[in-house]
């Protein structure tokens, strides 16, 4: 967190990942976005893999559809939803805050949470093999070596990965209408105490817990998942018997 002042009286703003729970990230997803505004979001990461020149030309597109009633309008009351969430800065305080200082403070601090919940998150993982909550360790699936081949999660049961390949999926692309709390379902299924089975009902409880959980926490967990899930895929289909 980080300390604003306004007006004299001192505010908390989020400026890390792990100032956001998982409840609090889908908050901020849930916070309707002007069009024009998703639109040039979304045309600046398909635009990271385009030549410079089409790249310039996709953006500029994008950026004159945004009309004076957007700029004065739409995105500053946007801008000023998304402070509420992710601040205890009263919305009656935000009302009163000059424009200016809105866009300054949410394209300095929060603009990457938004552009995190809703496409892609700037967040450096690191490689855990478990991770702390509530005072109990919960560990990830591990790999071993199977005749010579590298096997990710193998021990993760046949329901355990199609539960979680489903869930996956899902929030692979993480639309408006997503339910970004069931990222905290996908960790409840796999992740768990040394030596606890899996079972559904535990997991559904615990994934009510894991909302709770800081984003930092859930980003390196999403993305050790990401890729073995694949892999996983790929290596059991490989063992499937042909039709």
């Given at each position: 967190m980080i300390s604003v002042t306004i007006?004299?009286?001192?505010?908390?703003?989020?400026?890390?990942?792990?100032?956001?729970?998982?409840s609090k990230a889908s908050e901020l997803h849930k916070i309707r976005m002007p069009e024009t505004l998703r639109n040039c979001y979304t045309v600046a990461v398909q635009a990271a893999g385009m030549p410079e020149k089409d790249a310039e030309i996709r953006l500029d597109e994008a950026e004159r559809q945004i009309t004076i009633e957007d700029q004065?309008?739409?995105f500053?009351?946007?801008?000023?939803?998304?402070?509420?969430?992710?601040?205890?800065?009263?919305?009656?305080?935000?009302?009163?805050?000059?424009?200016?200082?809105?866009?300054a403070l949410y394209n300095t601090y929060l603009k990457q949470f938004v552009e995190g919940v809703h496409f892609i998150p700037n967040f450096q993982t690191k490689d855990i093999k478990s991770f702390e909550?509530?005072?109990?360790?919960?560990?990830?699936?591990?790999?071993?070596?199977?005749?010579?081949?590298?096997?990710p999660m193998v021990d993760t049961s046949a329901l355990e990965f199609t539960e979680s390949a489903d869930l996956m999926v899902y929030l692979a692309?993480?639309?408006?209408?997503?339910?970004?709390?069931?990222i905290a379902n996908l960790i409840s299924i796999?992740?768990?105490?040394?030596?606890?089975?899996?079972?559904?009902?535990?997991?559904?409880?615990?994934?009510?817990?894991?909302?709770?959980?800081?984003?930092?926490?859930?980003?390196?967990?999403?993305f050790f998942f990401n890729d073995?899930?694949?892999?996983?895929?790929?290596?059991?289909?490989?063992?499937?018997p042909e039709k």
């Open positions: 007006n004299d009286q001192p505010f908390l703003v989020c400026s890390d990942w792990k100032d956001l729970t998982v004065h309008k739409h500053p009351r946007y801008f000023s939803e998304v402070i509420a969430c992710l601040s205890d800065i009263p919305e009656a305080v935000l009302r009163q805050t000059d424009v200016n200082s809105i866009k909550f509530e005072g109990e360790t919960y560990f990830l699936p591990v790999s071993k070596k199977v005749f010579g081949v590298d096997v692309r993480i639309e408006q209408d997503k339910d970004v709390t069931m796999l992740c768990r105490p040394e030596g606890e089975k899996y079972v559904e009902e535990v997991s559904l409880q615990r994934a009510e817990r894991f909302k709770n959980l800081t984003m930092d926490v859930v980003w390196n967990v999403f073995p899930l694949v892999i996983l895929k790929q290596y059991l289909l490989k063992l499937s």
